[in-house]
């Protein structure tokens, strides 16, 4: 199994630039998750998915939006991108809500 | 994160033991986790303890959970140098608040 893998590994972006962040996992796992992570800090939840076809806000959604139309794939998008969304962006996936969240490698954007 | 809260640095002599503390707000969390963050790199799952248990050993790891005051322990016996990182204490998914709780990590350094 490859896990939880996340492409791209490092981007810049303008301000007010679009784009979208990949997330795939093989483990057939119900839930996954977005996070970032600011310097120094935990990580916040953007948004989860408890399936195909059902997404939820977590605590700093804006800015962003998913689908999830497939088991496997969860992208981010970013619809005008701010110096505020520079973080590390982390999927994860986990088979229920109480078992452990696997993580991808994380993906490093900067705005500017 | 404000509702799980870590100190943020420790650093002990290789050989040494280290214990990174957390505690939390949240009583009706039914796992607490334990992650691992070397640089540059996601979060590995280390261990977690299950709400109704005080102690869980696990080689060199051992989490000590006291519910009454809501804090959370790790001990690592014998400290080596590769296990410099940071430490996250986490409470998984709830959904009814649309969130998981990190706690802002604690930076281990061994020296040698």
């Known amino acids: 199994n490859a896990g939880v893998t996340q492409t791209p590994k490092f981007r810049i972006l303008k301000i007010g630039q679009s784009m979208t962040l990949q997330c795939t996992q093989d483990?057939?796992?119900?839930?996954m998750y977005w996070y970032r992570q600011d310097p120094g800090m935990g990580l916040k939840l953007i948004y989860y998915?408890?399936?195909?076809?059902?997404?939820d806000k977590g605590e700093v959604p804006n800015g962003y939006n998913v689908s999830r139309s497939t088991t496997e794939d969860f992208p981010l998008r970013l619809e005008l991108a701010a110096p505020s969304q520079t973080s590390v962006y982390f999927c994860?996936?986990?088979?229920?809500?109480?078992?452990?969240?696997?993580f991808g490698p994380g993906t490093r954007l900067t705005v500017l | 994160g404000e509702d799980v809260e870590q100190s943020l640095f420790l650093s002990v002599r290789e050989g040494d033991s280290s214990v990174i503390n957390c505690t939390y707000t949240?009583?009706?969390?039914?796992?607490l986790y334990w992650y691992k963050q070397e640089p540059g790199a996601g979060l590995q799952l280390l261990t977690y303890?299950?709400?109704?248990?005080d102690m869980k050993q696990d080689q060199r790891l051992t989490v000590l959970l006291n519910k009454k005051d809501k804090h959370l322990s790790l001990r690592i016996a014998d400290t080596q140098t590769g296990d410099s990182a940071i430490y996250f204490c986490?409470?998984?998914?709830?959904?009814?608040?649309?969130?998981?709780?990190f706690g802002d990590g604690t930076t281990l350094t061994v020296k040698p």
């Open positions: 994860a996936s986990s088979y229920s809500v109480t078992d452990t969240q696997y």
């Open positions: 949240d009583s009706s969390s039914t796992y």
């Open positions: 483990m057939n796992h119900n839930y």
């Open positions: 986490a409470d998984p998914l709830n959904t009814n608040a649309g969130k998981s709780t």
């Open positions: 303890i299950f709400s109704n248990m």
């Open positions: 998915s408890v399936g195909a076809g059902i997404t």
